[in-house]
């Protein structure tokens, strides 16, 4: 399981189009370095994905490189300077390739070592947005995987294990 965070927890998800972005990236990265996604959750200012690859560090620093440069674009585009501003106030110091940067250092990543605890980290990732009052069922919530563990084709493909 790895958990991905945006600088300072800057609210970068509530916009649709920021979201495709991460999921775009995961079609990507499935093909490219054949990801295998289990489940994932994007919230307002990270996000939580239960994923394999042959080389996960690889895989993950394309995610973070190509998202990072797509919503920067995206950012720019449409003239969102409060959180640009943030972006560039917060990076730091060592980052000296950019004027910004989008995501914490690094991300979390947790080995699931067996069936049970993949059930069990798979329906922590889904009950986020129940937790934080965004909806009431799993399943409600657009950007996760709760939808196709009930049946419901969701905006990503994943790998069901249960």
């Not at 972005?21 to 239960?50: T, W």
């Not at 995206?74 to 060592?94: D, G, R």
């Not at 009930?150 to 069901?160: F, K, P, S, T, W």
């Amino acid at each position: 399981m790895t958990t991905c965070t945006v600088l300072h927890w800057i609210p970068l998800f509530i916009r649709h189009n920021s979201v495709e972005i991460i999921i775009d990236c995961l079609k990507f990265l499935q093909k490219k370095d054949n990801l295998k996604l289990y489940a994932y959750v994007v919230l307002e200012n990270h996000l939580h994905m239960v994923v394999q690859s042959n080389d996960i560090e690889k895989t993950m620093k394309s995610f973070k490189q190509y998202t990072a440069k797509e919503l920067l674009n995206l950012l720019k585009k449409e003239n969102v300077t409060n959180i640009l501003e943030q972006l560039k106030f917060y990076k730091k110091a060592h980052h000296k390739a950019t004027n910004f940067q989008v995501w914490k250092e690094g991300y979390q990543l947790k080995q699931i070592s067996s069936d049970e605890m993949m059930k069990t980290k798979i329906k922590y990732i889904h009950k986020n947005p129940i937790k934080r009052g965004y909806v009431d069922e799993a399943v409600h919530w657009r950007y996760s995987s709760a939808r196709d563990y009930e049946g419901v084709q969701g905006l990503v493909d994943i790998e069901r294990c249960f």
